[in-house]
């Protein structure tokens, strides 16, 4: 069982950064793939990040490539998401997720691949 929580959302105005934390607390966190997705008032929860267990490998969602970068720190069991140039079409609840894997080196994409989620954490970027 991996317990995760979120942290570091809030209001901001357009144009500006957030960075969110995501704690675990596996101390087997270094085993896990982790993503960032997000959903939307009334729309349906989608992906955002992902990195793989090594963090050598990141993938994004084509509008926040260049704008938001994935990272993770597996001595503090910490996954983090760096937002900057944020736009109002950015406000969401934002899910940290991990998936079990001790073979596979890639990154995961969809919600039904992860084993374990935070509670979320809302950011609201005003335009």
């Known amino acids: 069982q991996v317990h995760l929580v979120e942290s570091g959302g809030g209001l901001v105005q357009a144009g500006g950064s957030l960075r969110l934390s995501c704690a675990a607390s596996r101390r087997t966190f270094s085993e896990y793939a982790m993503g960032w997705f997000r959903q939307a008032p009334g729309k349906e929860r989608e992906f955002v990040a992902a990195i793989a267990w090594s963090g050598d490998t990141t993938d994004y969602k084509d509008s926040v490539k260049g704008r938001f970068t994935i990272s993770r720190d597996n001595a503090k069991n910490t996954v983090y998401l760096q937002m900057n140039s944020l736009k109002p079409e950015d406000t969401a609840v934002y899910y940290c997720?991990?998936?079990?894997?001790?073979?596979?080196?890639?990154?995961?994409?969809?919600?039904?691949?992860?084993?374990?989620w935070g509670q979320g954490t809302q950011v609201t970027v005003s335009s």
């Open positions: 997720a991990a998936r079990y894997t001790t073979t596979y080196s890639g990154t995961y994409h969809t919600d039904d691949e992860y084993d374990y």
